[in-house]
Each structure stands twice: as C-alpha cells, then as structure tokens.
C-alpha cells in the first residue's frame, strides 16, 4: 500500500543553518504531497503542497519539489530561525484520505 | 484562516467515565476526522466521515465511537475511559466531492484534545 518514510530526528541545528529533511513516498498513482508542521502544544497546519510531478510547494522560505523520478518531496529552508522549532509531517493522499510519515521533530538554538 | 474547533483543550479523567471529545468546523467541509497522535508523534486515523450519517472506522482500532448528525460537528465518545486512552487526539476537516479533485485531499487540523485517564 501507499506510504511516507521521513528522516529520522530529532534534527537540531544553529540558527541561519540550511535545513533538509528528507521524504520519500511509495504510492500507486499520482497522489498530491504535503509538508504539514506542528508547533508544541498545536494541532498540524499544512505548510506546502505539490499536485504533480515537478511541482515546487514553497512558504515562509520553506520548499520543496515534488520529484517523480525519486519518488522523494524533501522540505528544505536556506535558514532557519528558533521559531521554526517543530515537528514537521509529510503526507501524501491516497485512497481519499492522507498518509502521514512519521514526523522529524526540528530544534533549532540561538 | 481555517476555522475548526476541539474542546475540551485538556482533560484529565478517572478509569470507566465516559466522555465525549468535541469537533466543530465551519467551513462547510463534507469530511472529518479523527486522529489519535501518540508520545512519539506518529498519527492515526482512528474514524474518519465522508458526510452526514456516514462513519467509518480508520487504520487504527479504536475503542471510541464517533457520530456526524450535523454537517459541522463531529464528536467523538469514549464509553470508559482507560489509561490506555492517554494520548492527543487531533480532529480535521477536507472539501467535500464538490472541490477540485486534487485540493479535496487537503486536511485542516483543529487544535486538539490531550488526554489523560488516571
């Protein structure tokens, strides 16, 4: 069946760092991709999405490129900053619903 | 802005009461629902609805029954509860079969319920 496979975390970096979290996804079809972020003590907010191959999903500096060939949507940011400190999920939709990956939590200090 | 509600925020309850976990949505959206997130972040469709008088139970079985009587709201019952139970639960809402067919798969997220049966 369709699934998401994130990197593991937690991931800590300094602040200004380049951030990537790798995603990869198996899925029959062409199913839509998603980074969704959580923040402590929140529920998810979707923070980008791609709905076809070569697509780039982008906000608050944050990317990411839906790549076919590489059945991969990794989110990256050029630098990060304490207040993107979260857990970050990426999901793709299949079979009407979206599956989620694990979740990388990010920890970013000053 | 995404407009979906959860209350209780945070509750604490005994072994064997029964509670019931609110949804609300305002958006009009035609699906919902119901993930239980556990300590180690991993999510879990539990119940999910594709309209009124529709319930369906999700990947992960759960002890908790849901209901959708009315469009916007989308409850969720625990008949007794167990320390088992412990954990957030997150609720969510997607467009409907009237949205495009790529947009319907996008899910928004209420701010959820934690938890805890002592």
């Known amino acids: 069946g369709d699934s998401v496979t994130q990197m593991e975390g937690p991931v800590t970096l300094s602040e200004e760092a380049f951030l990537t979290i790798n995603c990869t996804y198996t899925a029959t079809g062409y199913p839509s991709l998603f980074w969704y972020v959580q923040y402590p003590g929140e529920g998810l907010q979707l923070l980008l999405k791609a709905t076809k191959a070569d697509d780039k999903g982008s906000n608050k500096g944050f990317e990411a490129t839906y790549r076919k060939e590489t059945t991969s949507f990794h989110l990256e940011k050029g630098s990060v900053q304490v207040s993107d400190s979260a857990v970050y999920f990426c999901a793709l939709s299949g079979g009407g619903k979206l599956i989620f990956g694990q979740g990388t939590e990010l920890s970013v200090k000053p | 802005e995404a407009d979906i509600y959860q209350t209780p925020r945070y509750l604490v309850i005994g072994t064997g009461k029964k509670i019931t976990l609110e949804c609300s949505q305002t958006m009009g959206h035609d699906k919902m629902y119901w993930y239980q997130q556990d300590p180690g972040m991993e999510l879990h469709l539990i119940h999910y609805s594709y309209g009124v008088n529709s319930t369906e139970k999700g990947d992960l079985s759960s002890e908790s029954t849901v209901s959708r009587i009315r469009t916007e709201h989308f409850p969720l019952t625990l008949e007794s509860a167990r320390p088992s139970h412990t954990s957030q639960y997150l609720c969510?809402?997607?467009?409907?079969?009237?949205?495009?067919?790529?947009?319907?798969?996008?899910?928004?997220f209420g701010p959820g319920t934690r938890l805890t049966v002592t």
């Open positions: 969510a809402s997607s467009e409907g079969t009237g949205a495009s067919y790529r947009s319907s798969y996008e899910q928004y």
